[in-house]
């Protein structure tokens, strides 16, 4: 995880300051960083990825089936990791699911840079991607409204956008 995306993400938490939550970070591996060292110390905090390793608190068996009980998280985050999911609508839908109504959707991911598989790299995301997550999530009976979109000028041009689920 890069530097740019460790500070957009505690800019979040210092926007979205709640008294206590349950976070879940959707790619919670430690490459380079974590969200986890970013997120209020006093919040619950659960590391999903689909491999063992420093970070991973629950090792998915199916990457687009999270083993948790719907509306379970107050907040979901990820960061750096739906360009490398084959099939990132179907992990933002568990995202959503997971979410309590009012709860937070927190996105970054990359808009250009070099080819990084691990293990691959399938996608780019832009301001449209946003709009076109809201739809999908409605289209499976979890309205959302964005709250928030950016897309910072750095090296991996972040897209970053924060849902709330309603």
């Not at 974590?34 to 999903?48: A, D, F, N, Q, T």
């Not at 089936?65 to 099939?87: G, N, Q, R």
Request: net charge negative; hydrophobic share 40%.
């Amino acid at each position: 995880m890069h530097a740019s995306a460790l500070q957009s993400a505690s800019e979040f938490f210092n926007t979205h300051p709640l008294e206590n939550a349950t976070v879940v970070e959707i790619g919670s591996q430690i490459v380079n960083g974590s969200l986890r060292e970013v997120c209020p110390k006093h919040y619950s905090y659960i590391g999903l990825d689909y491999s063992p390793g420093n970070g991973v608190d629950v090792v998915l068996v199916d990457e687009y089936k999270f083993p948790l009980s719907d509306e379970i998280a107050d907040i979901v985050v990820t960061s750096s990791c739906f360009e490398h999911a084959e099939m990132f609508w179907l992990t933002f839908i568990e995202g959503m699911r997971i979410l309590k109504s009012g709860g937070l959707f927190y996105l970054n991911a990359p808009s250009r840079g070099e080819y990084h598989a691990f293990p691959q790299d399938c996608w780019r995301f832009y301001p449209d991607a946003a709009k076109a997550l809201k739809k999908w999530s409605e289209r499976n009976d979890m309205p959302c409204e964005i709250v928030k979109t950016e897309l910072l000028d750095n090296h991996w041009g972040d897209f970053i956008v924060v849902y709330r689920k309603t």
